[in-house]
């Protein structure tokens, strides 16, 4: 069964940094723009913000809110995808998921808290 592991998630100061990590299956990965998508508190599943992509060859895209200070990277070799996060802001707070782009309804997993904080 194919399945999408997140981790990296906690709690930092605003102005802080933290990198995500994605762990995916071969079948996945291999074929798909990857994503990182976030869920702030109130906002229910529906409206989980697309922040960064990710294509196979590596071209990205950001969301307006965090370009500049959110890098996707990937790496093949170990079908992880990561998102490295700097000058956090409280905005930022929210349950970071990975999925497919176009999202799959199978692959949300449990996702990974982040929290920004004084």
């Known amino acids: 069964q194919v399945q999408l592991v997140e981790s990296g998630g906690g709690l930092v100061q605003p102005g802080g940094s933290l990198r995500l990590s994605c762990a995916a299956s071969?079948?996945?990965?291999?074929?798909?723009?990857m994503g990182w998508y976030r869920q702030a508190p109130g906002k229910d599943r529906d409206h989980r913000e697309l922040?960064?992509?990710?294509?196979?060859?590596?071209?990205?895209n950001y969301a307006d809110s965090v370009k500049g200070r959110f890098t996707v990277s990937r790496d093949n070799a170990k079908n992880t995808v990561y998102l490295e996060m700097n000058s956090l802001k409280p905005e930022d707070t929210a349950v970071y998921y990975c999925?497919?782009?176009?999202?799959?309804?199978?692959?949300w997993g449990q996702g990974t808290q982040v929290t920004v904080s004084s």
């Open positions: 922040v960064a992509t990710i294509t196979r060859r590596g071209t990205t």
């Open positions: 999925n497919t782009n176009p999202s799959r309804r199978s692959l």
């Open positions: 071969r079948t996945i990965f291999s074929i798909d723009t």
